[in-house]
């Protein structure tokens, strides 16, 4: 019977076909010098651009694509729960054909589940209600991690250069894992949280290919 692969393994794994998928659509990877004080802004500003305009094989046969001025801080008058979020999502002309799957897991407290299907599968988590929601996805095992310390330090340096969203470290029965999470008002537009959840799949991708693999070359610099 075939080893079970790890959740860094998965990972990995993820990454490949996200790739794989991008260059299949056409997508290219773009290197850009600038001054470093402008990284936080240019990052910023491309992560908005690549999210609400151009993102993923499926915009090409979106009939319904986002026009117009949108105002990321608008609100909504009654407040998402977790099953009228399931509906509004299933039903939504925002979302793009193929795009995501989206489930109730029931439980003490009901939790959504979106499967990213332009991101290898992966699996977001929102939980939350009342006055917010936490959007979040597992990366990996913190004990699968290179220099677990260091990592962690360097980590700390990096949130203020992804946008969006935080990372921390949940306990699974017994196991710790990094996590990458954010966290929105209930009260948010549903394209608000269409944003936050790709920008939150977008960035798992990088922090499991680029963001180690970065760290990778500084400790290898400081060697």
Same mark, same amino acid.
């Given at each position: 019977?075939?080893? *079970? ?27 850009v010098?600038?001054p470093?004080?402008? *990284?936080?802004?240019?990052l ?7 999210v ?25 008058d ?26 109730v897991?029931?439980? &003490? ?14 699996p977001?988590? &929102? ?6 929601? &936490? ?11 290179n ?12 949130? *203020?250069i992804?946008?969006l ?25 549903l ?25 990778? *070359? ?6």
């Open positions: 019977m075939p080893a *079970k692969p790890t959740r860094g393994a998965q990972a990995a794994e993820r990454t490949r076909a996200w790739r794989e998928a991008r260059r299949q659509a056409g997508f290219v990877k773009i290197e010098w600038a470093a004080a402008c *990284k936080p802004d240019i910023s500003a491309v992560q908005a651009i690549v609400e305009s151009a993102r993923g094989p499926a915009l090409k046969t979106n009939p319904n694509p986002p026009k117009g001025v949108r105002h990321m801080d608008s609100v909504i009654t407040a998402w729960t977790i099953h009228t979020l399931r509906d509004g999502l299933v039903e939504s002309s925002l979302v793009r054909e193929g795009e995501m799957t989206v489930t897991v029931e439980g &003490v407290e009901p939790v959504l589940l979106v499967v990213m299907h332009e991101f290898g599968d992966l977001i988590y &929102v939980s939350g209600g009342g006055l917010q929601l &936490v959007v979040s996805t597992l990366l990996w095992p913190c004990d699968e991690q220099d677990r310390a260091a990592f962690n330090e360097f980590l700390l340096k990096a949130q *203020k992804v946008p969203s935080n990372f921390g470290i949940t306990t699974i029965e017994g196991r710790d894992y990094y996590e990458l999470m954010g966290e929105i008002s209930s009260k948010t537009t394209q608000t949280l269409l944003i936050e959840l790709r920008t939150l799949a977008d960035n798992a991708i990088a922090a499991a290919s680029d963001l180690r693999d970065s760290f990778e *070359k500084s400790r290898g610099a400081a060697a």
